[in-house]
Structure formats: C-alpha cells, structure tokens
Nanobody, 115 residues
Framework: VQLVESGGTLVQPGGSLRIACTTS????????MSWFRQAAGKERGFVAA????????VYEDSVKGRFTISSDYAENTVFLQMNDLKPEDTAVYYC?????????WGEGTLVTVSS
C-alpha cells in the first residue's frame, strides 16, 4: 500500500488550493479514503473522508462548506479542494486508508496559509 500526497504550498488567506493523494497497492474503488492534518505542536486531526463505494462524504465542522473531498477512480487518486483558506488551516495534510488490517499514511504535504 502506497499513499503519496502532493500539491501543498504557500497560499494567501482567502485563497484556494487542491491537494492530491495518489494511491496504489489496494482496491481504491472499494475503500474509504480520509484526509487528516497536523499543525505544529498539535495532534493530528480528522479533516474529511469519502466512501468510494457510493461517494458519500463527511467533514470536520471547521471545514464544512469550504473543503471538498473527491476521488478519481481512473487515477486511484483522492483530492482535497480547499477554498477560503484561513491561517488556522496551516498544517501538514496526510492521506489515510484502513485496509488489509492496517492503518496506512502518506508522508504528508505542507499547506501554509499566510500573507
């Protein structure tokens, strides 16, 4: 199982960014995929998840209406579209999947929201 995040960068407050997680080694189409984030000095926390079986999504309250999780089944990639970014969204964003009895993480991608 491999998860590789990409797309993190510096963005101004109010801006938008899309990050991606490219996956391999498991049946992407039939699994739940999640995004978590970890700010400096804080614990890793849940951001959003998608059920790739039916497209259902769930979001942490602070990102509802601003972030959108989606999947590209042809590319086995999950995206996180982030709009109206705030300084408090600054964090390393991690992709996650629970599969084959294991809990798998990528290396993360850093998103910095600052003027």
């Amino acid at each position: 199982v491999q998860l590789v995040e990409s797309g993190g960068t510096l963005v101004q407050p109010g801006g938008s960014l899309r990050i991606a997680c490219t996956t391999s080694g498991f049946a992407f189409r039939t699994n739940f995929m999640s995004w978590f984030r970890q700010a400096a000095g804080k614990e890793r926390g849940f951001v959003a998840a998608i059920n790739n079986n039916n497209g259902d999504t769930v979001y942490e309250d602070s990102v509802k209406g601003r972030f959108t999780i989606s999947s590209d089944y042809a590319e086995n990639t999950v995206f996180l579209q982030m709009n109206d970014l705030k300084p408090e969204d600054t964090a390393v964003y991690y992709c996650n999947v629970l599969v084959y009895g294991g809990n798998y993480w990528g290396e993360g991608t850093l998103v910095t929201v600052s003027s």
